[in-house]
């Protein structure tokens, strides 16, 4: 109410605000708003548990990268292609090519026989690539790649990655095909000179002693002695000494009855 003029009104307190309880009450609705604003101890605890996690992630995540040393770099696939040259029996990883029995004369006489001979009978200790038929099962086998080699794909794949030697993979690939198609005719596995080995016929070769090798069967002729849980200790009874070399004397003796080698 509005004061008279001249007259002042006599300010007069709230016995509200005189009141414990609303003092309190307004205490504790400050704190709760300013835990509100810093977010509360629950989302604290929170916020530091998420951040424990993310880092324990981060952790597992750097210990399953693949370690780096920052030397070198990747290689390029036609830097892969040109190591990934094997051959499998069946002809797989064959490259395209061709070349014949004569072209190969020329080409041994000029890169291999210096070492392996003009006929593949081996010069000084080097190693023989031609006859030994049936001396596998004699006193003085002779392993040449007519006698002994499984597949023709071997012949092809071990020229081509080693030879000729000191100079590995040097040659064209018709080069290694009319190599490898003289090293059989060679060894009779190829009789015509005029023969074209490719390709697409080298797997076909049939050689002399493919019989003689086995696919590694293990996993069914050796199958009854797999154990699911082997032993690991304890697996043997205990050795026993059954008798002493004195006991037994079996220490040979001079006629004095020393034994031999005692001064």
């Not at 040109?82 to 070349?99: E, F, H, S, T, Y």
């Not at 071990?158 to 198609?181: C, I, N, T, W």
Request: hydrophobic letters at 35%.
């Amino acid at each position: 109410m509005a004061s008279r003029l001249g007259m002042c009104r006599q300010t007069v307190r709230s016995r509200m605000s005189r009141s414990p309880k609303l003092i309190i009450a307004v205490a504790l609705a400050t704190l709760a708003g300013s835990v509100a604003l810093a977010g509360g101890p629950g989302e604290k605890i929170a916020a530091k548990s998420d951040a424990k996690t993310d880092a324990k992630t981060e952790a597992k995540t750097e210990a399953a990268a693949p370690q780096r040393f920052n030397i070198g770099r990747a290689p390029t696939v036609e830097e892969i292609r040109g190591w990934d040259i094997d051959v499998r029996p069946d002809g797989q990883g064959l490259p395209v090519g061709k070349g014949t029995v004569a072209q190969g004369e020329k080409l041994f006489m000029d890169n291999c026989a210096s070492c392996h001979g003009e006929f593949g009978e081996g010069a000084g200790r080097w190693p023989v690539l031609a006859g030994g038929k049936g001396s596998l099962t004699s006193d003085n086998p002779v392993k040449t790649v007519g006698s002994y080699w499984p597949y023709a794909s071997t012949l092809f794949d071990y020229v081509r990655h080693a030879m000729p030697f000191g100079s590995p993979q040097s040659l064209k690939v018709d080069e290694y095909y009319a190599l490898v198609a003289y090293v059989l005719y060679l060894n009779d596995v190829i009789t015509d000179q005029n023969f074209e080995l490719t390709d697409k016929n080298l797997a076909t070769i049939k050689m002399p002693n493919e019989g003689g090798f086995i696919m590694d069967d293990r996993a069914t002729s050796e199958k009854a002695f797999w154990q699911k849980d082997p032993c690991m200790k304890n697996c043997i009874a205990p050795v026993k000494i059954t008798g002493r070399a004195t006991a037994v004397d079996v220490t040979p003796e001079d006629k004095d009855g020393k034994p031999r080698g005692v001064e």
